[in-house]
């Protein structure tokens, strides 16, 4: 925040994106930490997996990013990826999966308690790993506020951009 708020007072022009959770590093593991493809047999949910994130391809966030550079409606806002097709809870991306592959997954459900345990005997990286699943799985942190003045939603802004849904780019790993 403290470069946000020099950009602000150096009154440099600006437009913050907030691209949410990339798909290469989110979709094909089924969130799942230290994956990159689906499991096979079980998923870990974080805690009934029921709380929303915002997903979205990195090629689409690229698309985004272009059209909102000389765009005067985006001067000095901070634009947010979050096509509503693209909110989801950990459990409806795990539908997704099984109905593509056909197979179902036993699902663990783990407990922020628990979770934020794991911690401990990580490494740096692997606690802000940790950390960052914790804001988006149990406290919703991408999806818990209406975006407000100040700010755009780049689905809205840009209704012809034909995004990728997250069922077709799940699709890949079948």
Not at 44 to 64: P, Q
Not at 97 to 119: C, H, N, P, R, T
């Amino acid at each position: 925040m403290a470069v946000r708020k020099a950009i602000e007072e150096a009154n440099i022009p600006y437009t913050y994106v907030v691209a949410n959770c990339f798909a290469g590093y989110f979709m094909g593991n089924l969130s799942q930490l230290g994956r990159l493809t689906p499991p096979k047999d079980k998923v870990y949910l974080y805690g009934d997996g029921n709380v929303k994130a915002a997903y979205m391809d990195e090629d689409d966030v690229a698309t985004y990013t272009i059209k909102a550079i000389d765009d005067p409606r985006t001067l000095n806002k901070t634009l947010y990826i979050r096509p509503p097709e693209n909110i989801l809870t950990q459990s409806q991306l795990i539908q997704i999966w099984e109905e593509l592959s056909g197979k179902k997954l036993d699902k663990i459900s783990i407990s922020a308690q628990d979770f934020l345990a794991s911690m401990k005997e990580m490494d740096l990286a692997g606690q802000v790993g940790v950390g960052h699943i914790y804001h988006i799985f149990y406290e919703g942190c991408l999806t818990n506020f209406e975006i407000g003045e100040g700010a755009e939603e780049a689905s809205k802004l840009y209704p012809e951009v034909e995004y990728t849904r997250m069922d077709d780019y799940l699709k890949i790993f079948t």
